[in-house]
């Protein structure tokens, strides 16, 4: 059974930092790419930032390059996004997918405000 959990989310000032995690479970974590998506209020689900099975390639949506750094423990069967710089437009649940396996996440919560 596939289980994605998040974690890391909270109450951050606008310049901040949060580190995401997605612990998963159910598959072989080192295969499969994996992203990041976020939904803020009132605005449909976008992707952030994905990676590939064994973590050495990525992408990330324009409006957070440079600032988010999404990375894989493959021994900790963990993904990570690190968030710097943020922004109150930051703002939103973040989820981690595995598209392969169309498998979601519960999601936690960033909220950037002073």
């Known amino acids: 059974q596939v289980k994605l959990v998040e974690s890391g989310g909270g109450l951050v000032q606008p310049g901040g930092s949060l580190r995401l995690s997605c612990i998963a479970s159910?598959?072989?974590?080192?295969?499969?790419?994996m992203s990041w998506y976020r939904q803020a209020p009132g605005k449909e689900r976008e992707l952030v930032a994905g990676?590939?099975?064994?973590?050495?390639?990525?992408n990330y949506a324009d409006s957070v390059k440079g600032r988010f750094t999404i990375s894989k423990d493959i021994a900790k069967n963990t993904m990570y996004l690190q968030m710097n710089s943020l922004k109150p437009e930051d703002t939103a649940v973040y989820y981690c997918?595995?598209?392969?396996?169309?498998?979601w996440g519960q999601g936690t919560l960033v909220t950037v405000s002073s």
């Open positions: 997918r595995l598209r392969a396996l169309d498998a």
């Open positions: 159910g598959f072989t974590f080192s295969t499969y790419a």
């Open positions: 990676i590939s099975g064994p973590g050495g390639t990525t």
